[in-house]
């Protein structure tokens, strides 16, 4: 009896709390109302013959009290109606349609007092949403049910889990993943105070690891690889398939779910998340069941698709939506600062960041940070066991700035703040919690290739097979010479004509199949599509007698991988070095790469879709830089300096990564890491459902038609 009197009191207070606090912010918004109307001439709260103070504040209490129902009751129909736009259309749509609610609203005032120009609505709207939000976050500041409540509609949590707090409840487990970040830039961020909740957690009970990447340093192979168990024959980021014809890029919806099919094959798991997880902002699902922003999932149709439902759990409120509409313009702006003020100080090195990438970064760095983070919200809230989380807004700025200067900086303080809020957010979930920070893997800085030679490798690798090139590329001298190895090499070779620029003549190349190049960071694929399995240098050779020498020999090419009839697979670096990869050290044409290497490209070597040629850019230990064969200045995909350095930071009631002395190395290693620390948290983890049979794992993650080549590849 006494439990149920408290029960009913305690609902009784609750509900007397949640109506003050509609009163309170019904009355600031009345005020910023009446105020936005006294300074904005386009904006009217008054009748044409005028009307008292009276009058017009209640206009102005009938406004905002209209403007607050339709934002409540209309905006999230608006939201879900609009899940098929893209996110960045949505995002940019958010003040007028904000802005229609308010016309609407005045619309609805009796005797047609209120009006308002279409711009100056946009303007109100946004004012008085941002108004708002503010007003009922701050009174919820001192009551933790009003500020769990809140958390919970925006992450779709309307109903809290059944998660009972207490000195036995086993934690759970948040890994958040800072895509791109090294060990050396989280290192550094720490010592020069831009990240000062990771410090704090240095201080007082975290452990930071370094741990070595795969030959393929790039987010597909890492977090295939952690989440799922198996990054096996993941070559690059991108590669050409002989036997389907298909070009497989990690962050496309059909090639990441086929990825993801084929780990699951390998495996017979569903992967790190199985239990109770949660998976947002990820290539892959980890076998969660709770997702959002998962691309994998993207592929899929119909209601099993719900990686957009993140978008809908966001943009649901409002007052959430105009405040992401802002930054992100904030974010925009400040992108175009930054590249001009690049552009006037002839800063280098230095790549293009026009035409559409202002808006790209602006979606990695606010909209789907915001998203993304209010998910995690949502997890920790709904008290779930296992929650991976991926922020890539380093990544994509410092992929176009740099991994080292004042933008990527600012992202990394900006990065600290939403660990700060999440971490803070954890202390109210009804579980403790275990928070690991982890990154896929590092970037390493450097003038492109094509920047510091004028060509690219597509281009080198045409002149070397004696292929038409751009006339530009001629006048470069590892054009010019690439041009002038084939040219002599076809004259002694195939004993026939060869014209002065050095091409064969039509009839001779119109039956070959051309090359397709790939670029993955400083990790270059090529691949010859008339040949239906993995030539050897032998046949390259007898085809192309120039290229692998021109290849090897450049200046910006550090090595390369090519199988071989005599030896199996070699090993091929400057001034005629070779080794059989059966033999392959860490010295030799890899001793500049470190430790690790020769395991790297002894594995890569064994995968069914390994490129004809594999090709890793120079890299220069005095400096770190090494040359991306894309436009990038900040890179990673293959080996070579930071890229390849990761780090895992673990609180300390873990157990230890690996054994004093050992290293961490590889992401199946780190998969196996995080599953005993799952473990650890919560006891031996059971798959809640069998993965799907090899047979039918098509059907449950369709796979698109196969994929041209990209032109810009």
Same mark, same amino acid.
């Given at each position: ?8 009191? $305690? ?32 904006? *009217? ?17 009938? $406004?905002?009290? @209209? ?44 005797? $047609? ?29 001192? +009551? +933790? +049910? ?46 020069? $105070? ?22 393929? !340093? ?37 090639? @990441?779910?086929? %990825?993801?099919?084929?780990? =699951? @094959? ?140 004042? +933008? ?6 900006? %990065? ?18 275990? =928070? ?71 009839? *001779? ?34 085809? /192309?007698?120039? %290229? ?5 020999? /450049? ?11 005599? /030896? ?28 690790? @290497? ?36 900040? !890179? /990673? ?52 459902? =069998? ?23």
């Amino acid at each position: 009896m006494g439990d149920g009197r408290w029960r009913t009191d $305690g609902r009784w207070r609750t509900a007397g709390s949640a109506l003050v606090r509609v009163i309170v912010v019904w009355a600031v918004s009345t005020l910023t109302m009446l105020a936005l109307a006294g300074l904005l001439p386009d904006f *009217q709260l008054q009748s044409a013959d005028g009307d008292s103070i009276t009058r017009t504040a209640l206009t102005a209490v009938w $406004g905002a009290g @209209a403007f607050g129902l339709l934002s409540a009751l209309v905006w999230p129909v608006l939201v879900r109606a609009l899940l098929l736009v893209p996110a960045l259309v949505l995002g940019l749509l958010v003040f007028f349609l904000n802005g229609s609610l308010l016309l609407i609203a005045l619309w609805l005032v009796p005797d $047609g007092r209120g009006a308002a120009d279409p711009e100056t609505a946009v303007v109100v709207a946004a004012v008085m949403s941002a108004v708002a939000s503010a007003t009922s976050t701050a009174l919820a500041v001192r +009551d +933790d +049910d009003a500020y769990r409540r809140r958390l919970y509609r925006l992450a779709d949590r309307k109903r809290p889990r059944a998660v009972t707090a207490g000195p036995e409840t086993a934690p759970g487990t948040l890994f958040l993943q800072l895509d791109g970040v090294g060990h050396r830039v989280l290192r550094d961020a720490v010592a020069d $105070g831009l990240m000062p909740t990771v410090a704090d957690w240095l201080d007082t009970g975290h452990r930071l690891t370094p741990w070595r990447t795969d030959w393929s !340093s790039q987010t597909g192979a890492s977090q295939l690889g952690i989440l799922h168990g198996s990054n096996e024959d993941v070559p690059a980021f991108r590669w050409y398939e002989k036997d389907t014809g298909r070009l497989m890029v990690s962050n496309r919806p059909a090639s @990441a779910v086929e %990825l993801q099919r084929r780990a =699951i @094959a390998r495996t017979g798991d569903g992967g790190l998340l199985t239990v109770d997880g949660a998976s947002r902002g990820n290539l892959f699902s980890g076998g969660a069941d709770q997702l959002a922003l998962v691309l994998s999932m993207a592929a899929r149709r119909g209601r099993r698709n719900r990686s957009r439902a993140g978008y809908f759990t966001y943009f649901s409120d409002p007052a959430n939506a105009v405040r992401t509409a802002g930054s992100l313009v904030a974010e925009v702006v400040r992108e175009l600062a930054q590249s001009t003020r690049s552009r006037l100080r002839k800063e280098t090195p230095r790549v293009s960041r026009g035409g559409l990438y202002p808006f790209v970064r602006a979606f990695a760095t606010v909209v789907e940070r915001d998203v993304v983070v209010a998910a995690v919200i949502g997890d920790l809230l709904a008290g779930r066991t296992a929650v991976y989380a991926d922020l890539v807004a380093y990544d994509e700025v410092a992929h176009h700035s740099g991994p080292h200067g004042h +933008d990527t900086d600012r992202v990394l303080a900006r %990065l600290d703040r939403s660990i700060a809020l999440i971490a803070k957010v954890a202390e109210h979930a009804p579980r403790p919690y275990r =928070i690991v920070l982890l990154s896929d893997h590092g970037q390493s800085p450097g003038p492109t290739f094509e920047g510091a030679y004028g060509l690219t490798l597509r281009d080198l690798v045409r002149a070397g097979c004696g292929l038409p090139v751009p006339r530009r590329v001629r006048r470069t001298r590892s054009g010019s010479e690439a041009r002038d190895a084939a040219r002599d090499a076809l004259r002694s070779a195939l004993h026939r004509p060869v014209d002065e620029d050095g091409e064969q003549p039509d009839e *001779q190349v119109g039956d070959k199949s051309e090359p397709v190049v790939l670029a993955s960071g400083n990790l270059g694929l090529i691949s010859f599509p008339g040949a239906p399995h993995r030539m050897t240098r032998e046949e390259i050779d007898r085809r /192309h007698p120039a %290229l692998l020498r021109t290849l090897a020999n /450049h200046p910006g090419i550090g090595f390369l991988l090519v199988a071989s009839a005599e /030896h199996g697979s070699v090993v091929l670096g400057r001034d005629g070095a070779e080794v059989p990869v059966a033999a392959l050290a860490d010295d030799g044409p890899l001793a500049v790469f470190g430790r690790g @290497a020769a395991d790297a490209v002894r594995r890569t070597d064994g995968f069914p879709h390994v490129a004809d040629i594999m090709v890793n850019s120079m890299y220069d230990p005095a400096t770190g830089t090494v040359h991306a064969f894309e436009e990038q200045i900040g !890179s /990673h995909g293959g080996l070579g300096g930071e890229q390849g350095r990761p780090f895992l930071l673990s609180p300390v009631e873990l157990s230890e990564p690996v054994e004093d002395g050992a290293e961490l190395v590889g992401a199946e290693q780190v998969h196996q890491v995080l599953r005993r620390w799952l473990w650890e948290c919560a006891g031996p983890q059971v798959p809640l459902e =069998i993965s799907p049979p090899t047979s039918d794992a098509e059907a449950f993650l369709p796979v698109d038609r196969p994929v041209a080549p990209e032109k810009n590849s």
